[in-house]
T-cell receptor, first 105, second 116 residues
Framework: EDQVTQSPEALRLQEGESSSLNCSYTVSGLRGLFWYRQDPGKGPEFLFTLYSAGEEKEKERLKATLTKKESFLHITAPKPEDSATYLCAVNKIIFGKGTRLHILP | DSGVTQTPKHLITATGQRVTLRCSPRSGDLSVYWYQQSLDQGLQFLIQYYNGEERAKGNILERFSAQQFPDLHSELNLSSLELGDSALYFC???????????????FGEGSRLTVL
């Protein structure tokens, strides 16, 4: 059974304090690993797609990486506006429960 | 704005009732996906339609059904509602080839269902 596990469940950081979010997955055949950002009361918003181990993508303060068993979302020098829940999904439809990120000013 | 429209935004109803949630996908997107999001379960995939045909089924209860119409809008019908059905229901659309799970999803703002 395809499965996605995200850790930690919640993370509080000071503004400027870099960290990483983890997404571990088990899937019979990976056809894409997706990262989304979700603000309270809103629908998830697409961030990145990764297709093969070793692939990396960057957008502003975010960088996503992929191995054969997990993906990391690295956040560098975060700002309060980066506070959100970050969701990981595999093969488009299987989502993890997310990591709630809170950046303190 | 993702371009995906969901109505209603909020809905309060009683146990045993039936409701219909509506979704209009982004212009040009043929695939529509329905998800249920609750605090403890996260985003749970319910069902996918592609160009009017059911393409994939997730953890959708028998009390729930969906369809996609010729104009590509979709409706999710929830019947014999229970307290546990209270959740956010999201619709998403994507440009995808039939049967392929590649490409990102564009989500609507969701419909918040409260069952009392």
């Amino acid at each position: 059974e395809d499965q996605v596990t995200q850790s930690p469940e919640a993370l509080r950081l000071q503004e400027g304090e870099s960290s990483s979010l983890n997404c571990s997955y088990t899937v019979s055949g990976l056809r894409g690993l997706f990262w989304y950002r979700q603000d309270p009361g809103k629908g998830p918003e697409f961030l990145f797609t990764l297709y093969s181990a070793g692939e990396e993508k960057e957008k502003e303060r975010l960088k996503a990486t992929l191995t054969k068993k997990e993906s990391f979302l690295h956040i560098t020098a975060p700002k309060p506006e980066d506070s959100a829940t970050y969701l990981c999904a595999v093969n488009k439809i299987i989502f993890g429960k997310g990591t709630r990120l809170h950046i303190l000013p | 704005d993702s371009g995906v429209t969901q109505t209603p935004k909020h809905l309060i109803t009683a146990t045993g009732q039936r409701v219909t949630l509506r979704c209009s996908p982004r212009s040009g997107d043929l695939s529509v996906y329905w998800y249920q999001q609750s605090l403890d379960q996260g985003l749970q995939f319910l069902i996918q339609y592609y160009n009017g045909e059911e393409r994939a089924k997730g953890n959708i209860l028998e009390r729930f059904s969906a369809q996609q119409f010729p104009d590509l809008h979709s409706e999710l019908n929830l019947s014999s509602l229970e307290l546990g059905d209270s959740a956010l229901y999201f619709c998403a659309s994507s440009v995808s080839l039939a049967g392929a799970n590649t490409g990102e999803l564009f989500f609507g703002e969701g419909s918040r269902l409260t069952v009392l």
